[in-house]
């Protein structure tokens, strides 16, 4: 008797198959760009005739040069630092609190804590353009008189707005990795003596580290990616804004906007890459209600 759960080989060929037609465009669009970024002419097609091999677009890149004669050049190593300030910012705050509201969600009862999971579900489908304006407002309202504090509150601002569009969903997938962890693990720290705080950090937490993982690596891509919140609320210059400023001013080079926008996506590729099965655990983990 065949297991329901088993499929014959050559539907599991023609899934492959399926998603490997889905991806061809993606994957050929990255491709493009990365052979773009070694070429002095931009490749816009699948002939390779106008690729003429050259590492100066990454010369220039590093060097903050952008065009081929004149331009500013701007600090590169200066704007990924602003952008790794901002990921890391994003990815700590949104760890943080995931786990304390996951494990409070999973763990305890108390009075509104349907509700309170509704309200993350709600939050969570207002999209962040939607919520800008009221985001922007209270930028203004608490927007430091001290000219020494516009750069420091810039990037506290950012990195709190963007952070609260992913608690919500985080706080579910933490709950859910919680939700999986028998109570005898918590109870027998518990009988022992331990606090809530001492059991949640030295019992709990080491038992979801794949969930730990993944809500940080989700933070991190949020913040590395943004554009939008960047853009409105920063001083200074991300890697997003700053490819998105110079891919349509005149004195630009296709080849160099195609290195930087290679070297932007490195992060994510390589996360992507190396943390399949962890990525895999925090969507299946942090599903239950």
Do not use: C
């Amino acid at each position: 008797m065949r297991d329901v759960e088993t499929r014959p080989k050559r539907y599991e060929w023609l899934i492959i198959a399926v998603i490997i037609f889905a991806s061809l465009p993606l994957i050929l669009g990255f491709a493009l760009l990365v052979l773009s970024s070694f070429s002095k002419d931009m490749i816009t097609n699948l002939s390779l005739e106008s690729f003429r091999p050259t590492i100066e677009n990454w010369v220039n890149v590093f060097q903050g040069k952008l065009a081929i004669t004149g331009g500013i050049r701007q600090n590169i190593l200066k704007i990924t630092f602003n952008t790794l300030v901002v990921a890391l910012g994003v990815s700590g705050i949104v760890t943080l609190i995931s786990t304390l509201a996951g494990y409070s969600l999973s763990r305890m009862k108390f009075r509104g804590r349907k509700a309170m999971m509704l309200l993350l579900l709600v939050l969570h489908a207002f999209p962040g353009v939607a919520l800008i304006v009221g985001v922007y407002l209270f930028y203004r309202l608490t927007f430091p008189q001290d000219p020494s504090l516009v750069r420091i509150y810039s990037f506290f601002y950012v990195v709190l707005a963007r952070a609260a569009l992913e608690i919500p969903m985080s706080v579910w997938l933490m709950k859910g990795f919680f939700d999986t962890i028998p109570w005898e693990f918590e109870w027998s720290g518990i009988i022992d003596g331990a606090s809530r705080i001492k059991v949640w950090w030295k019992i709990m937490l080491p038992l979801i580290k794949p969930g730990i993982l993944a809500v940080a690596l989700f933070g991190f891509l949020a913040g590395w990616q943004d554009l939008i919140y960047v853009r409105t609320f920063l001083i200074d210059q991300t890697l997003a804004t700053f490819i998105e400023a110079n891919i349509e001013a005149e004195y630009s080079h296709m080849p160099l906007i195609a290195a930087a926008g290679t070297l932007y996506l490195l992060p994510t590729i390589i996360f992507f890459l190396t943390a399949q099965q962890l990525l895999l655990q925090g969507y299946s983990g942090g599903i239950k209600g």
